[in-house]
């Protein structure tokens, strides 16, 4: 079983920055790509960030410039920099793993539980 346990969430101000981190435990034998989600209250879930286990990147329009995603592969941990944080990007932010629990080739889509993010003006 793979749990993915987020942190970071909180209350800041408009122009401030937060810092969310996401562990993966459990037995599995590898993590391909992390990333970070987002749903705000009445909307769909949205891709914020990825990344590779190569540390290739992507990106939404919206966050480019401000957010800056990264992982650290030996503590099996992705995590969300988030500068210059607008009330837009109040949500609650997801982590997303593709795990692979056995040398197989075959990869499972996992998520954490969620963390809240509010910007107020």
């Known amino acids: 079983q793979v749990q993915l346990v987020e942190s970071g969430g909180g209350l800041v101000q408009a122009g401030g920055s937060l810092r969310l981190s996401c562990a993966a435990s459990?037995?599995?034998?590898?993590?391909?790509?992390m990333g970070w989600y987002r749903q705000a209250p009445g909307k769909q879930r949205e891709l914020v960030a990825t990344?590779?286990?190569?540390?290739?990147?992507n990106y939404a329009d919206s966050v480019k410039g401000r957010f800056t995603i990264s992982r650290d592969n030996a503590k099996n941990t992705v995590y969300l920099q988030m500068d210059s944080l607008k009330p837009e990007d109040s949500a609650v932010y997801y982590c997303?793993?593709?795990?692979?629990?056995?040398?197989?080739?075959?990869?499972?889509?996992?998520w954490g539980q969620g963390t809240k993010v509010t910007v107020s003006t």
């Open positions: 459990g037995s599995f034998f590898r993590i391909n790509v």
């Open positions: 990344i590779t286990s190569g540390g290739n990147t």
């Open positions: 997303n793993a593709e795990v692979s629990p056995r040398n197989n080739g075959v990869y499972y889509n996992y």
